[in-house]
């Protein structure tokens, strides 16, 4: 697999001036190398276009005519050295430049969270309508929260909700802290190191959220080699998957006030899901930007689902 360029070859900036140069190069070279997409981008040109803005000091989305707009020497230079890093690296681009987008928000990342990337996103911006009244949700808990983007979007988007962020992992928390502060959101979200609910008092929620852990071992040693740079912790579950998202499920009835929902992210667990939780009337919801795997129970569906259990 290509990882450079050949020794005989120019300097890879040699003949290359404008953005739209530099971005065409880049996919290019991502492309040949086989480099993989899925953290933020799922396609060579728009993550080139991501890397070469933010080393330009550039927002998203360009205006039509920066593209033509020509790089100094110096911009050359540094513009090549990160598109060359992505492929020497195979490090997801968010962990390159420190930062992710969610919800149309940023949120600062590294390797101790995963790279913020779920279509639970598109739920959050809308504020879990029609499955809830907004106005009625004043307490959210978001479970398994590395990063905090899902509670801190929350928060963003209900302004009128207290925002509780678990994880089990110090190191997320430490993230989802700065991201907190980053927000200035220090009034209404808290972090709260966690083992899903054993660490909370006897809160109840109007919407718990979660995108946890939740994938089978068999899946995790095929993954492609960007995924290898996040945290082992916030993707491999056991029990094909759902060890995590079973006692997200099982505890929720008590955590939930009446009429409130619980969101799950599963992913490539779906039918895993859907055969776990069979005796459970399952929404599997769909988004208008793509992504699946995303189920929600009504608190008092979870309460049905419990009684037929004991």
């Not at 290509?2 to 900036?13: F, G, I, L, N, W």
């Not at 190069?25 to 290019?28: I, K």
């Not at 968010?94 to 987008?101: N, S």
């Not at 995924?227 to 945290?231: D, I, K, S, V």
């Given at each position: 697999m290509?990882?450079?360029?050949?020794?005989?070859?120019?300097?890879?900036?040699e003949?290359l001036?404008?953005v739209v140069d530099?971005v065409r190069?880049?996919?290019?070279r991502?492309?040949r190398?086989?480099?993989?997409?899925?953290?933020?981008?799922?396609?060579?040109?728009?993550?080139?276009?991501?890397?070469?803005?933010?080393?330009?000091?550039l927002?998203l989305?360009?205006?039509?005519?920066?593209?033509?707009?020509?790089?100094t020497?110096?911009?050359?230079g540094?513009?090549?050295?990160?598109?060359?890093r992505?492929?020497?690296?195979r490090?997801?681009a968010?962990?390159?430049?420190?930062?992710?987008?969610?919800?149309?928000?940023s949120?600062a990342?590294?390797?101790?969270v995963?790279v913020?990337r779920s279509p639970?996103?598109?739920?959050?911006?809308?504020?879990?309508?029609?499955?809830?009244?907004?106005d009625?949700i004043?307490r959210?808990l978001?479970?398994c929260?590395g990063?905090g983007?899902?509670?801190?979007a929350?928060?963003?988007?209900?302004p009128?909700?207290?925002v509780?962020l678990?994880?089990?992992?110090?190191?997320?928390?430490?993230?989802?802290?700065?991201?907190?502060?980053?927000?200035?959101?220090?009034?209404?979200?808290?972090?709260?190191r966690s083992?899903?609910y054993?660490?909370?008092?006897?809160?109840?929620y109007d919407?718990?959220?979660s995108n946890p852990?939740y994938?089978?071992?068999?899946?995790?040693?095929?993954?492609p080699?960007e995924?290898?740079?996040?945290?082992e912790?916030?993707?491999?579950?056991?029990?094909a998957g759902?060890?995590?998202v079973?006692?997200?499920?099982?505890?929720?009835?008590?955590?939930?006030?009446?009429g409130g929902?619980?969101?799950?992210e599963?992913?490539s667990?779906e039918l895993?899901?859907a055969?776990a939780?069979?005796?459970?009337?399952?929404?599997w919801?769909e988004?208008?930007?793509?992504?699946?795997?995303?189920?929600?129970?009504?608190?008092e569906?979870?309460?049905?689902?419990?009684?037929?259990?004991e």
């Open positions: 290509e990882t450079a360029e050949s020794s005989s070859d120019p300097h890879p900036a003949g001036s404008s530099f190069w880049g996919a290019s991502f492309t190398a086989g480099l993989h997409f899925g953290h933020g981008t799922d396609n060579a040109v728009d993550e080139a276009l991501l890397l070469v803005a933010h080393e330009l000091g927002s989305p360009l205006p039509p005519e920066f593209f033509s707009a020509r790089l020497s110096v911009e050359k540094r513009v090549t050295r990160l598109l060359e992505r492929v020497a690296e490090r997801p968010a962990y390159l430049i420190g930062e992710a987008w969610f919800a149309g928000l949120f990342v590294d390797e101790r995963l913020p639970i996103a598109e739920l959050v911006e809308a504020r879990f309508e029609p499955w809830i009244d907004p009625r004043i959210v978001d479970l929260t990063s983007c899902i509670g801190i929350c928060a963003h988007y209900l009128h909700a207290r509780d678990t994880d089990i992992s110090e190191d997320a928390l430490a993230v989802a802290d700065t991201n907190i502060c980053r927000h200035h959101l220090e009034d209404r979200v808290r972090s709260i083992d899903v054993d660490a909370l008092d006897e809160e109840l919407v718990i959220v852990p994938v089978a071992r068999e899946e995790f040693e095929l993954l080699e995924f290898l740079h996040e945290p912790i916030g993707l491999l579950a056991a029990d759902l060890a995590v079973k006692r997200i499920v099982e505890g929720a009835a008590k955590r939930l006030r009446p929902i619980l969101v799950v599963v992913g667990s895993a899901a055969e939780f069979s005796s459970l009337p399952l929404s919801l988004f208008d930007r793509g992504g699946a795997g995303v189920f929600l129970l009504t608190c569906q979870l309460a049905t689902g419990e009684e037929r259990r």
